[in-house]
């Protein structure tokens, strides 16, 4: 589906992210998928993903800088309309404390589309490899949920799950919030569950203009002392 019924400006699909375990180190991977210029969604660096694609014959890159105080992460990754799917490559740096920079690349195609104006669904699936052993990280299946609750408001829903290579499977799941402020602005706030723990995220996107947008945003663990981290994201559509 290329829009959502009732929404303006600049839409952006979601990013599923896989916390992967591994010997040795935890490895975090955030793969971003696509954007329009139609409506908005909880997109870029967000866990949740959207039921909506790309128009055809639309591209979109994204990039963004993800930190916190046991890790960082730089991501940039193309993705395009083709036909009735969206084919995206994401390639990831990650730098862990005491466990050095490791590469992470992410290839993955997005199906969905629209069953009334205000509910549509789709299907995500993703393989991963790094740079490092093992090679190959495992695979990623997602169903995401979108519906239109309001002219200003969208929620989306995912259910899926992590197929890891040498470690066991688990199941992702989330719930999203995107609330339309202003022709420029929207809030997003998020809770979702991978890699066996839940974490929560609010931030903040700003259309600079159709075809570039901007997020912010603060994640955090729920539940124990493990550290939060901010990242700050931009897409370029054409």
Not at 36 to 48: D, I, K, M, N, W
Not at 162 to 169: C, G, K, Q, S
């Amino acid at each position: 589906m290329g829009h959502h019924t009732g929404r303006a400006g600049a839409r952006r699909n979601a990013a599923w992210r896989w916390h992967a375990t591994l010997p040795g180190h935890a490895l975090v991977l955030a793969a971003g998928l696509a954007a329009s210029v139609a409506s908005r969604a909880a997109g870029g660096h967000h866990a949740v993903d959207d039921a909506a694609l790309l128009e055809p014959g639309q591209c979109q890159v994204e990039t963004w800088y993800e930190r916190g105080s046991a890790r960082s992460l730089l991501h940039v990754g193309p993705a395009c309309r083709v036909a009735a799917v969206e084919l995206g490559f994401d390639a990831n740096r990650v730098r862990l404390s005491g466990d050095g920079t490791t590469s992470v690349a992410v290839a993955q195609v997005k199906w969905a589309t629209a069953h009334t104006a205000a509910w549509s669904s789709g299907v995500v699936f993703g393989v991963a490899a790094q740079d490092r052993a093992p090679k190959f990280l495992g695979s990623v299946l997602i169903v995401p949920v979108t519906w239109q609750a309001s002219e200003t408001l969208l929620v989306h829903a995912n259910l899926g799950r992590d197929f890891r290579h040498r470690e066991p499977d688990a199941t992702r799941a989330g719930v999203a919030l995107e609330w339309t402020a202003s022709a420029a602005w929207s809030l997003v706030a998020e809770r979702f569950a991978e890699g066996r723990a839940d974490f929560w995220r609010a931030g903040a996107r700003w259309s600079a203009s159709p075809s570039l947008l901007v997020d912010v945003s603060r994640a955090r663990p729920l539940g124990g002392d493990a550290p939060a981290w901010w990242t700050v994201g931009l897409t370029w559509l054409f």
